[in-house]
C-alpha cells in the first residue's frame, strides 16, 4: 500500500517530471549509495542522493520517444460561466536572453481588477518567455483563489503546444508545469488572442524589460 502511494505522489515543480514516477529512482539511488558506502568507502549526503535520482529520472525520460501528454486538455467552457479572463503577454531581448512578463485579470464585463509584471533572466527565446508568462499568470490565479479562468495569449505556437497539435522541445517542461497547474482549476479555457487586444499587457511587459538590470559579470 505505501509503494502504491509512492508511485502515485505527485512530483511538483521546479521539478520538471510531472509525468514520471520518482519514487523508483529514489530507492535505486539510496540502494546504489548504500552499495558506494559498503564497498568502496564512499559517502554521500541525502540531498546527493536524491539529486542523483532525479538526474537520473531526467536522462531516463529525456531517452523516452515523445509522446502527447495524458493530462487531460483545458476544454473551452461556456462564456456565461467564465468568471474570470486572464491575458498574459512578454517582451523579450536577445541580447540580454532576459523578458518582461505581464498579465492581468478581468471580470465577465472585461473591467481589469489585477496586473502583475516580472522581469526574468536566462530567457532563450520570445516562446520560452511567453510559456513562462501563462505559467505565472496561472500560479497568480492559484495563489488568488480563482476556480472558473480563461487564459489568453497572442502567441499561437504557446496555444497550439498546450493543446498538443505542435511539440517544441525549448518549452517541454513548461508546458508540464502548465498541464499540471491546469487541474488546479474547476473550469479552464486557454486561447489565443490578437496583439490588438493586449495593449496594457504588452506596454506592462515592455516597462518591466526596460527595468531589467543584468546581473555583473
Known amino acids: ?7 502515485n505522489a505527485a512530483v511538483l515543480p521546479p521539478i520538471v517530471l510531472s509525468d514520471c514516477h520518482l519514487a523508483p529512482w ?3 539511488s539510496i540502494w546504489s549509495a548504500r552499495n558506494l558506502l559498503v564497498f568502496q568507502k564512499r559517502e554521500f549526503t541525502a540531498q546527493e542522493t536524491i539529486t542523483k535520482a532525479i538526474c537520473d529520472a531526467k536522462e531516463w525520460k529525456e531517452a523516452q520517444p515523445i ?10 467552457p461556456r462564456p456565461p460561466r467564465t468568471e474570470v479572463i486572464c491575458r498574459s503577454d512578454a517582451a523579450w531581448k536577445k541580447e540580454l536572453k532576459a523578458a518582461g512578463l505581464a498579465w492581468t485579470f478581468s471580470d465577465v464585463r472585461n473591467e481589469r481588477f489585477s496586473s ?3 522581469t526574468c ?17 496561472m500560479e497568480q490565479a492559484i495563489d488568488l483563489q480563482l476556480r472558473k479562468v480563461t487564459f489568453e495569449s497572442d502567441s499561437l505556437q504557446l496555444v497550439s503546444a498546450i ?3 505542435s511539440y517544441f522541445s525549448k518549452i517541454h517542461g513548461i508546458l508540464s508545469d502548465i498541464h499540471l497547474l491546469s487541474s488546479y482549476f474547476d473550469e479552464i479555457s486557454i486561447r489565443f488572442c490578437h496583439r490588438e487586444n493586449l495593449v496594457i499587457e504588452d506596454g506592462l511587459a515592455k516597462q518591466a524589460l526596460r527595468g531589467f538590470v543584468p546581473n555583473p559579470d
Open 1 to 7: 500500500m505505501g509503494w502504491r502511494r509512492a508511485l
Open 26 to 28: 529514489i530507492i535505486a
Open 121 to 137: 533572466a536566462l530567457v532563450i527565446s520570445s516562446l520560452v518567455a511567453e510559456g513562462l508568462a501563462m505559467r505565472s499568470a
Open 67 to 76: 509522446s502527447t501528454p495524458r493530462c487531460k486538455k483545458p476544454q473551452t
Open 163 to 165: 493543446e498538443g497539435s
Open 116 to 118: 502583475h509584471s516580472v
